[in-house]
């Protein structure tokens, strides 16, 4: 069965702190690895990782996947309120007859405290 | 373009009633996915479709049924609902890997719906 581990499921920072969110994983047939990030509503997508070694950035978010110890990373530097969200955290694995699902871990609470 | 829209965004149900939830998206997007998220529990994948007419098991499927018969459209339905089945609802869908070289999955807004 796939798993997704996120930590820490929650987390308060102060503005402008930098924060790292975790995210490990056991998944057959392994494709790749989503961040999300949920506020009030439906999740919307930060980035999509397949490679190791090589970090996206948008911003002052970046994220990180390493394929042999099975984890990713999620920083934020410079914190601001608006990014107090649920960080998710997705695997996606070969489920068979051709098709691709998702596994999310439980997110990481987030606030970030003026 | 509207991207995924759902309806209804709320209802309430008691036990044993049905209802059928609807997801809409106007991206041609060949697969669709319905997803639970419960406190505690991050989203799970009740059912998914990866086209027109085919419907496929995720997670959590027991007590929900689907279906697909046209690509835009993927329903969500109870047919006999209970309070475990109390819970938010969000609607999915994405192109397939490689067409696009994407996976990216597009979200719709929820349905909260509680049973009583």
């Known amino acids: 069965e796939d798993k997704v581990v996120q930590s820490p499921l929650s987390l308060v920072v102060h503005e402008g702190d930098t924060v790292t969110l975790n995210c490990s994983y056991e998944v057959t047939n392994f494709r790749s690895l989503l961040w999300y990030k949920q506020e009030k509503k439906a999740p919307t997508f930060l980035f999509m990782l397949t490679s190791s070694g090589i970090e996206k950035k948008s911003g002052r978010l970046s994220s990180i996947l390493d394929k042999k110890e099975l984890f990713s990373i999620l920083n934020i530097t410079a914190t601001q309120t608006g990014d107090s969200a649920v960080y998710l955290c997705a695997v996606e694995g070969y489920s068979g007859a051709g098709s691709y699902q998702l596994t999310f871990g439980k997110g990481t609470k987030l606030s970030v405290i003026p | 373009n509207a991207g995924v829209t759902q309806t209804p965004k709320f209802r309430v149900l008691k036990t044993g009633q049905s209802m059928t939830l609807l997801c809409a998206q106007d991206m041609n997007h060949e697969y669709m996915y319905w997803y639970r998220q419960d406190p505690g529990m991050g989203l799970r994948l009740i059912h998914y479709s990866v086209g027109e007419g085919t419907t496929a098991k995720g997670e959590v499927p027991d007590g929900y049924n689907v279906s697909r018969l046209k690509k835009q459209n993927f329903l969500l339905g109870l047919e006999s609902a209970a309070p475990s089945q109390t819970s938010v609802y969000f609607c999915?869908?994405?192109?397939?890997?490689?067409?696009?070289?994407?996976?990216?999955?597009?979200f719709g807004p929820g349905t909260r719906l509680t049973v009583t």
């Open positions: 999915a869908s994405s192109y397939v890997f490689g067409a696009r070289g994407t996976y990216e999955q597009y």
